[in-house]
């Protein structure tokens, strides 16, 4: 019987052969939800994906092991699979559990939600991630988290609250697909961030704070 990962690789590759490759896909707990990776080795081709993964449908699994093998391989091609894929990861956060939340996060997302969304925007999972100055906040689908690095537990409020935006519209706008690429800053993004009043301003600013925190925390570390 062929494997989930074989008939990714066959469909997405019909002009290859397949024998001369070693497919294999393993499930595991260290992955966030939904997550999952590929690797390469000579001609061993290795899947790790998340335990979410196990109970989705092989037709959504094939389209996740197909946008892996379009980056591994470098080439754009777009499946039937690869679009079901895309349509879950950007429904999966209804049915996300929303456990994990902050009251200065929720304050910020209640601010920049009646703000800017009209109150509609869903409440999602929040928390207070590393001290990082180089990723300052991330959405995540599968899990429908917001993280926002610990640098801004003590910055002023509107660059929290311009990193909040940010991360929100991710929420709103999800991504597309297109030739096994995913877009997650298009045009309509730019565009949308810009309304952010003094956006151009705030991004001056939040360079400056992230690298004068930089400078701090390099100092510390030491």
Not at 15 to 26: G, H, I, T, V, W
Not at 37 to 43: A, D, E, F, L
Request: proline residues 4%.
């Amino acid at each position: 019987m062929s494997t989930i990962a074989e008939d990714a690789f066959r469909d997405l590759f019909p002009d290859r052969d397949a024998s001369q490759y070693s497919f294999s896909l393993e499930y595991s707990g260290k992955f966030r939800p939904y997550n999952g990776n590929v690797r390469r080795r000579g001609n061993a081709i290795a899947f790790n994906f998340s335990r979410k993964w196990k109970p989705i449908s092989r037709e959504i699994q094939v389209g996740l092991c197909q946008e892996l093998y379009a980056k591994l391989f470098k080439v754009r091609r777009q499946t039937t699979n690869m679009d079901m894929y895309a349509h879950f990861m950007r429904s999966i956060h209804i049915a996300a559990p929303k456990i994990h939340s902050d009251p200065v996060l929720k304050a910020a997302f209640d601010r920049i939600n009646d703000g800017f969304f009209g109150g509609m925007l869903d409440i999602t999972n929040l928390r207070w991630g590393t001290d990082s100055t180089s990723k300052l906040g991330q959405y995540e689908y599968g899990s429908d988290m917001i993280t926002i690095s610990t640098i801004f537990r003590d910055a002023p409020q509107e660059l929290l609250d311009y990193v909040m935006y940010h991360e929100m519209l991710h929420k709103k706008l999800k991504f597309h697909t297109k030739n096994g690429r995913s877009f997650h800053h298009p045009p309509l993004f730019r565009k949308m961030e810009a309304q952010f009043p003094d956006s151009a301003r705030l991004e001056k600013e939040l360079s400056g704070f992230a690298r004068s925190k930089r400078r701090g925390l390099g100092f510390f570390r030491w």
